[in-house]
């Protein structure tokens, strides 16, 4: 385990303001990890990204829980947005009232690969749920970086499509760091898993030395839940 | 009886602190100060015929004599060329403006300031020195649009989700954030209320006819003062057909054609007189004790402005009876134009009404009713009152419209008083106070038809050319409307989520 490390966090609190939503927080990221982040709605997981995000600035993309579009743009300026600082004011000025054909060749193929052909121009607001999804990860996948952020990216797909589209982040980025909901993705598509549980970090092991029951844990209404729904 | 002593007993009127408890008896204290202060106010009906004047008016609105009318084909094109150049300068003076409007509190200020003076009395004072030229009427409407513009986009503005933005990678320019991440998510709200605001700008297009521009309202006015009433009839016609094509004639794609074109049709353009203008801005606008540091001259020139105090008390009492006037008519005529109420004829004919009245400028209403009832503060009360209610009975129309009885079953006025009033009450005293400060300025203007407020002073100052008095009433109005404005702030319902811009 020679790989570079990314990141270093020790005893570190998070939070907004003088709020802390995650205390004493010790955590390690090396290159060509993919993490699983896991944890109840509420547990910091969000406060944990956005920590991540601005420690790693420009190195990482970013692909946010509530998406951030632009529903009024096409998808075509909506996953241009991605490299909006790569280009100076006056050219994204043009690319509004007439894309850029190098920006619209990448993005095409990009969005084919997502399953998005033929929808560049759809303003992003006619787009389902699960249409702008893709979108969203498109945008984040046209930044190009080295390592992917993303807040629930999968959440509103089916399985079979969330497979895949995990497996084309992987293929882009050599690093990931994801929150998810679904526990079995985790044990089977990630090496690393990070649980959290009211705002400590009570997992951070390999994916192969965890079992669902230990993922349970971090879900104090899983019982319940399970038992409901049963 | 036992029994009873548990049931508590039922609460006297009004008793108790729910909101809605809290608004009846806020309106109410408005209604009561109204009342009691309504003595003070000079209501005389003084024409001997006010009944057959009426007569033959409603016969002018009925057979137009289209025939007639001189060639109304100039007023219109300059009508509309002055609402349109005067609102886009307004958008270019005020959209910047609005960019740093949270950071400047010179900018708010100033923006305050150009706002609390009425169109019509900018008009007056660059025809003082530009003459009944474009750049009057231009400079009437950009100057007080372009504070308005500042703020209402800056609230616009602030109001854009935060969501897109903070999904930008690091390092995304000022310029690139706001046209990608900005401007699209408000950009259907910015047009919505630019397009309200030309609405505006035509109605003052056509009262700067009033001060002598040759707008639609010159026309109007003199067809009216000298009883030709069956071609103000036609003029009126042509001026609702003006606003109800709107949609037609102002499309999005005609704009631009219409923009340049109608830039020829400005004019005439003066020869500006730069020590004229100078000596204007420098010597005549100020009081001569004040420019020579005569403190006790000062106060001896303050003394001899006539009717002071009285023109304040005027105006304020105006606006409070407006203010009143205006909620008790769209207590009664908003379910005239709600889905809730009557049948098709009905609201077709209610919404007619509500249409006309708020598309009629509040001055031409008031000279109307001037002529019919003689000059007191009866017609200016009616104008005001008139207009502004049923301005606020189509909003409130259209928010009741939007919302679902309950209880399918009730009569009309269980419908009225159970299940709508209360839902859309607190929105519509909102609307109310908001619309509070508009209607303290139209007061200041009602006096250019004579009637004692400030604006009837400040008209004869110009009048009498003397420019420093004029100027110096014209700031006492912009207090006065900026302190309405503060106190109705102060009393206006809050959390109620006003989304229509198109009430200020």
């Known amino acids: 385990m020679s790989q570079a490390t990314l990141l270093d966090l020790r005893d570190a609190n998070l939070g907004y303001g003088d709020s802390v939503v995650v205390s004493r927080l010790s955590l390690t990221l090396r290159a060509g990890e993919r993490i699983a982040l896991l944890g109840a709605s509420g547990a910091g997981k969000s406060t944990l990204l956005a920590e991540l995000r601005q420690r790693l600035a420009e190195r990482a993309a970013w692909c946010p829980q509530s998406h951030g579009l632009v529903p009024q743009l096409a998808v075509y300026h909506n996953v241009y947005m991605g490299r909006l600082e790569r280009h100076s004011a006056l050219a994204n000025l043009c690319n509004l009232l007439r894309p850029n054909r190098r920006a619209w060749a990448e993005i095409s193929e990009l969005c084919r690969e997502l399953g998005l052909d033929g929808l560049l121009k759809r303003p992003v607001g006619q787009l389902s749920g699960g249409q702008r999804q893709r979108v969203a990860i498109a945008r984040a996948l046209y930044q190009q970086r080295e390592l992917f952020l993303g807040d629930e990216p999968v959440a509103s797909v089916d399985p079979h499509q969330a497979l895949r589209l995990l497996a084309l982040i992987d293929k882009r980025h050599a690093t990931s760091v994801i929150a998810l909901h679904q526990r079995e993705l985790a044990l089977t598509h990630f090496n690393r898993v990070w649980g959290l549980r009211d705002g400590r970090l009570a997992i951070d092991a390999p994916a192969d030395e965890l079992t669902l029951a230990d993922l349970d844990r971090l879900y104090p209404d899983a019982h319940d839940a399970n038992d409901a729904e049963g | ?504």
């Open chain 2, 1 to 504: 009886m036992p029994r009873a002593e548990a049931i508590s007993a039922a609460p006297g009127g009004l008793r108790g602190d729910s909101p809605g408890l809290r608004l009846a008896r806020r309106s109410l204290t408005l209604i009561a100060a109204c009342v009691v202060l309504l003595p003070l106010a000079d209501m005389a009906v003084i024409t001997r015929d006010p009944w057959s004047e009426l007569g033959r008016m409603l016969s002018g609105m009925a057979w137009p004599h289209w025939w007639s009318l001189p060639s109304p084909i100039g007023a219109i094109a300059l009508t509309v060329a002055v609402a349109l150049w005067g609102t886009l300068l307004g958008i270019l003076l005020g959209f910047p403006l609005a960019l740093v409007f949270s950071r400047s509190r010179l900018v708010r200020a100033g923006c305050a300031f150009v706002r609390a003076i009425h169109e019509l009395f900018w008009a007056l004072l660059f025809l003082q020195v530009f003459g009944l030229t474009a750049v009057t009427a231009l400079a009437a409407l950009a100057i007080p649009y372009a504070g308005i513009f500042a703020k209402v986009y800056a609230e616009i503005l602030e109001q854009t989700p935060p969501a897109p933005r903070d999904a930008l990678p690091p390092g995304v320019g000022r310029v690139s954030r706001f046209v990608y991440a900005e401007l699209p998510l408000v950009w259907e709200r910015l047009a919505a209320y630019t397009r309200y605001r030309f609405e505006c700008a035509m109605r003052a297009s056509v009262l700067l006819g009033f001060v002598g521009l040759p707008t639609l309202g010159f026309h109007l006015e003199s067809a009216f003062r000298e009883g030709r009433y069956h071609e103000a009839g036609a003029l009126l016609w042509l001026f609702y057909l003006l606003i109800a094509s709107l949609g037609v004639w102002g499309h999005r794609r005609l704009l631009p054609l219409l923009v340049v074109g109608s830039a020829f049709l400005l004019g005439p353009w003066p020869r500006i007189d730069g020590d004229l203008l100078w000596r204007f801005v420098s010597r005549d606008l100020w009081p001569a004790p004040l420019r020579e540091g005569d403190w006790a001259g000062l106060l001896a020139w303050l003394g001899e402005i006539p009717e002071l105090l009285p023109a304040i008390g005027n105006t304020l009492l105006l606006g409070l009876m407006g203010t009143v006037g205006a909620l008790l008519v769209a207590l009664a005529l908003w379910p005239l134009a709600s889905r809730h109420f009557g049948n098709r004829a009905t609201r077709l004919g209610g919404r007619g009404l509500l249409i006309a009245l708020r598309s009629t400028p509040e001055l031409m209403l008031a000279f109307i009713f001037l002529l019919l009832l003689g000059p007191s503060m009866l017609p200016a009360w009616l104008a005001l009152a008139l207009h502004n209610g049923a301005l606020i009975a189509f909003l409130a129309a259209r928010h009741a419209d939007a919302l679902q009885p309950g209880m399918p079953g009730l009569n009309a006025s269980g419908r009225y008083a159970y299940e709508l009033l209360p839902r859309i009450y607190p929105g519509l005293l909102a609307l109310l106070f908001y619309r509070a400060e508009v209607i303290i300025r139209e007061t200041a203007i009602l006096g250019m038809l004579g009637i004692a407020t400030l604006g009837f002073h400040i008209d004869s100052s110009f009048a009498y050319l003397m420019f420093d008095q004029a100027f110096f009433l014209l700031l006492v109005t912009a207090a006065l409307n900026l302190g309405v404005d503060a106190l109705s702030r102060r009393f206006r319902p809050r959390d109620v989520v006003l989304d229509d811009p198109c009430s200020r």
